[in-house]
T-cell receptor
Framework: DGGITQSPKYLFRKEGQNVTLSCEQN?????MYWYRQDPGQGLRLIYY???????QKGDIAEGYSVSREKKESFPLTVTSAQKNPTAFYLC???????????FGQGTRLTVV | QKEVEQNSGPLSVPEGAIASLNCTYS??????FFWYRQYSGKSPELIMS????GDKEDGRFTAQLNKASQYVSLLIRDSQPSDSATYLC????????????FGTGTLLAVQP
């Protein structure tokens, strides 16, 4: 089955910890995205990558880091510098050329 | 001014009626426009994409684009209770970037 897989579905982080959210796609898409969604809010762009070994900051990149070593993978690290990380994190991918994006099932991160 | 704006709602319509969802965007060079449906606690799923001025119909859904007015809308005919969800408008701004910017979403409630 082609698609985007995010893991884990639920994640709990202690104060001061770094955590990494996984995103893998087998759609052969060039572009990948990370969004954050807070309750009752829209999607805010954290980071995006248009090609392997290259990525750009979105609107709310502070406290987050990413890598794009392989076309299929775009992991997101939530660092201890992110003071309010509790949110629903969504990964998406799309082919180049302005086509539609497809989403993974999301990771719900909670700080305990 | 936000890049993509939507009325947060809730928009309440009776079953069988037409639901009209609206979205405006600020980047006049935007090329690609998308409507996503998001059920509570789930990830967004693509409903419609539209790239040129005019109407595009797919079943009960019609997307309308007016680039001169920087306006895109989604009409849902014969609304069903199962259509109750948040509808997100997404725009690919112009230029070399492959960003995908989302509005905050409109909550639609279809009353049986």
């Amino acid at each position: 089955d082609g698609g985007i897989t995010q893991s884990p579905k639920y994640l709990f982080r202690k104060e001061g910890q770094n955590v990494t959210l996984s995103c893998e796609q087998n759609l052969n898409h060039d572009a990948m995205y990370w969004y954050r969604q807070d309750p009752g809010q829209g999607l805010r762009l954290i980071y995006y990558s248009q090609i392997v070994n290259d990525f750009q900051k979105g609107d709310i990149a502070e406290g987050y880091s990413v890598s794009r070593e392989k076309k299929e993978s775009f992991p997101l690290t939530v660092t201890s510098a992110q003071k309010n990380p509790t949110a629903f994190y969504l990964c998406a991918s799309r082919a180049q050329g302005g086509t539609e994006a497809f989403f993974g099932q999301g990771t719900r991160l909670t700080v305990v | 001014q936000k890049e993509v704006e939507q009325n947060s709602g809730p928009l309440s319509v009776p079953e069988g009626a037409i639901a009209s969802l609206n979205c405006t965007y600020s980047d006049r060079g935007s090329q690609s426009f998308f409507w996503y449906r998001q059920y509570s606690g789930k990830s967004p799923e693509l409903i419609m994409s539209i790239y040129s001025n005019g109407d595009k119909e797919d079943g009960r859904f019609t997307a309308q684009l007016n680039k001169a007015s920087q306006y895109v809308s989604l009409l849902i005919r014969d609304s069903q209770p199962s259509d109750s969800a948040t509808y997100l408008c997404a725009v690919n701004p112009g230029g070399a970037t492959n960003k995908l910017i989302f509005g905050t979403g409109t909550l639609l409630a279809v009353q049986p």
